[in-house]
């Protein structure tokens, strides 16, 4: 059964990153890791849409998103913003 939703967790992680277009950039990432290129401007794809809205994604599923964060929001109250709004907190 563990093994069962890991299967389905990784299965859903590249499904999400195919739906955000972000896939391509993780596997280029990972090549030059591998051949131990030195990165720059790695800020810009932190702080891109996609990459934010697939971290939003990726964590209101997690069982801990229910909790109260620092600033006071839960997963159900991000829910009620839109997508801009979203990405304009994270960031700010």
């Known amino acids: ?13 590249l499904r999400y990153n195919e739906y955000y277009g972000t896939q391509k950039t ?11 290129e030195n990165f720059y401007k790695l800020y810009e794809i932190i702080i891109s849409e996609e990459n934010i809205l697939l971290a939003y994604r990726t964590i ?11 600033n006071s929001y839960t997963i159900k109250d991000i829910k009620q913003w839109s997508e801009a709004e979203i990405v304009e907190y994270v960031r700010k």
Request: hydrophobic share 15%; charged share 45%; glycine share 6%.
């Open 1 to 13: 059964m563990i093994r069962e939703n890991q299967e389905k967790k990784k299965k859903d992680t």
């Open 26 to 36: 993780f596997d280029n990432l990972y090549a030059r890791a591998k051949r131990e």
């Open 60 to 70: 209101k599923t997690n069982r801990g998103s229910t909790t109260r964060g620092s």
